[in-house]
């Protein structure tokens, strides 16, 4: 059940299945396993039969099919899909179902995919180990003791277990990369205004960015082909045009130029073994033709700072609506002030309040100009850096996290120390730049991932780099081992 | 380490936080801001911030109205409704 979805395709295209027979397979993979990985908030199979049976009986009569016609696919939880529940990991939203589809809903089930599930994250995608959730915490396939990264943690641990084969995730400050890095997948976070966001959940209006967790870098260019281009609902979708992903996959990359920024390379966070693999990949890039330089990029050392500076500001304007007025979670109260803050005092967890009044605080008079001001400086700066580097090279690595995927509670009551899991992620969506993680290596069972970022709607480039890589190792090959419920509760 | 009045912030972030999580959140919130202080070490002097992402420009669609069908859609998911509209407590606080 972890075929790619390249190779299931052409496996429905010549009838050598059927769109109800892998529904069934991932049906059953999922009640193998899903009671120990807990990636799904919910599931709707039954909704989903229907749609496969279709699909055959338009295959069988010779019908035009979309390209991921009979996929079985799952959604972040923060992605609306019309009818499903819509919670975002959240109590404030546990009943909301959303009456209109995202536009990347709508262009993956145009192309004829599936859903078969919603999955687990960070509340409000926030957080990087999916233990915010205000449900339950999934569980990493490599591992069932550890976090599966986030927030995107349980699109990550579907497609790596195989119960879905790829999902959407969003990516703020790493939210795909890091969690495709910690379950061995490949994850894309695309150029900010490439894919439509209009019926994503807002948390961070200037970085957020819908893109697909997949088992292969191929998978990753096909689906990113459906769901990018223009769209009227979101202003912020650029109308360049959407090229074919998949054609420059297979040009070489002799003379491919990368730069590995010595203020994250050097970071004491990483560890040893990421350090190592990481290395490894520059040899393997070596030996595939291309040239790799360490350089200097001074404004990476205050990323983090400006990021939790600009989200939490961002967050707390975009969370303001969860009022118990129009949806969500109401706790009555006498007057419509206490009813408001009644509501989103139970509502909300304890990252997500984190957040908002920080954010109330860098936005707040008297301290606007030191804190938001100067963060949204920082970031002209981070910004310039890229643009200065990308005068010289085609594309910037670095491990994808500084660490393999850590214990369930192991930073979970230290946010400071949770926050440095982003370290290497944060940088590029302060500049809104494509990037993608591919895996890289394995220490003591738990996958490493690679960073790939590359100049801003060049995602063919980035994604021929990531290619020419995993073409030429074996680690995407590698599956967990998922103990079923009923095997080990015998 | 900046000081800041935290129940004012409470206020601003429309939260009520009981004293348990008010202090743990305070004192969160705290390390948090002096965490980020090293931004001062940047000189900025003359940088336009960053408020916008859209490099190409935002583009301009035609200014028609498309009405949303799905009422009941948005209405199922009111706490109180009547008539369509959503209730709510009182507005103002008795005197």
């Known amino acids: 059940m972890t075929l790619p979805l390249e190779i299931l395709s052409e496996a429905l295209q ?36 229907p749609k496969a049976k279709h699909m055959d009986h338009l295959r069988k009569k010779g019908e035009p099919l979309g390209s991921l016609a009979g996929i079985p696919i799952a959604i972040k939880d923060n992605i609306c899909v019309k009818g499903m529940p819509t919670t975002c990991s959240s109590e404030i939203l546990k009943n909301y179902r959303p009456p209109y589809n995202a536009t990347v809903v709508e262009k993956l089930e145009a192309a004829g995919a599936i859903i078969v599930g919603k999955t687990n994250m960070d509340e409000f995608a926030m957080g990087s180990s999916t233990e915010n959730s205000a449900f339950f915490n999934t569980r990493n396939p490599w591992n069932l003791e550890r976090v599966p990264g986030g927030s995107s943690g349980g699109s990550a641990a579907a497609v790596a277990a195989g119960e879905a084969v790829f999902a959407l995730g969003s990516d703020t400050g790493g939210s795909i990369r890091q969690p495709a890095s910690f379950c061995g997948i490949v994850g894309l976070k695309p150029t900010y ?63 491919c130029k990368l730069a590995v920024p010595k203020e994250l390379y050097e970071n004491p966070g990483v560890e040893e073994s990421v350090r190592k693999s990481f290395d490894e990949a520059l040899k393997t890039y070596q030996a595939l033709g291309a040239s790799c330089e360490f350089i200097s990029m001074k404004s990476f050392d205050y990323a983090l700072s400006t ?70 400086q920082v970031r002209t700066l981070i910004t310039r850096e890229y643009n200065e580097a990308f005068k010289r090279f085609d594309a910037i690595i670095t491990p994808t996290a500084p660490t393999v995927a850590f214990e369930i509670g192991e930073k979970s009551s230290d946010p400071i120390a949770m926050y440095l899991s982003d370290i290497m992620t944060i940088p590029v969506n302060m500049a809104g730049l494509p990037s993608i993680s591919i895996p890289c290596g394995f220490s003591a069972g738990l996958p490493i991932g690679l960073q790939i970022t590359g100049k801003a709607f060049e995602e063919a480039a980035l994604l021929k780099i990531a290619y020419a890589f995993e073409q030429a190792t074996e680690y995407h090959k590698k599956e967990p081992d998922v103990p079923s419920v009923s095997a080990s509760e015998e | 380490m900046v000081e800041f009045d935290f129940d004012h912030l409470q206020s601003l ?41 859209e490099s190409h420009g935002t583009p301009l669609r035609p200014d028609i109205l498309v009405p949303f069908e799905n009422l009941s859609g948005i209405m199922d998911n009111a706490p109180l409704a009547e008539n369509n509209a959503f209730r709510v407590p009182k507005i103002l606080a008795d005197k």
């Open chain 1, 14 to 49: 010549s009838g050598d299945t059927s769109a109800e027979a892998l529904l069934s397979a991932m049906r059953s993979r999922v009640d193998n396993i899903e009671g120990k990985v807990r990636a799904f908030v919910n599931t709707h199979f039954s909704e989903a039969y």
């Open chain 1, 307 to 376: 990021y939790y500076v600009i989200a939490p500001a961002e967050a707390s304007s975009n969370l303001e609506r969860y009022d118990g007025v129009r949806y969500g979670l109401r706790v009555p109260a006498d007057t419509l002030k206490a009813m408001i803050c009644n509501s989103r005092s139970k509502g909300f967890g304890q990252e997500v309040k984190r957040r908002i009044l920080t954010g109330v605080f860098v936005l707040s008079a008297g301290y606007y100009d030191a804190y938001y001001l100067k963060a949204q």
């Open chain 2, 13 to 53: 972030a429309h939260l009520k936080l009981d004293e348990n999580e008010k202090q743990k959140l305070q004192d969160q919130v705290g390390r948090i801001l002096k965490h980020v202080e090293n931004l001062s070490e940047v000189d900025t002097h003359g940088i336009v911030p960053t408020f916008t992402m």
């Open chain 1, 193 to 255: 205004g490439r894919v439509s966001r209009y019926g994503l959940v807002a948390f961070g209006s200037s970085l957020d960015q819908i893109g697909p967790l997949t088992r292969s870098v191929k998978d990753a260019a096909i689906v990113l082909g459906v769901i990018a281009g223009h769209d009227p609902k979101d202003s912020t979708c650029s109308t360049l045009p959407v090229p074919d992903y998949t054609a420059g996959l297979n040009k070489d990359i002799r003379g």
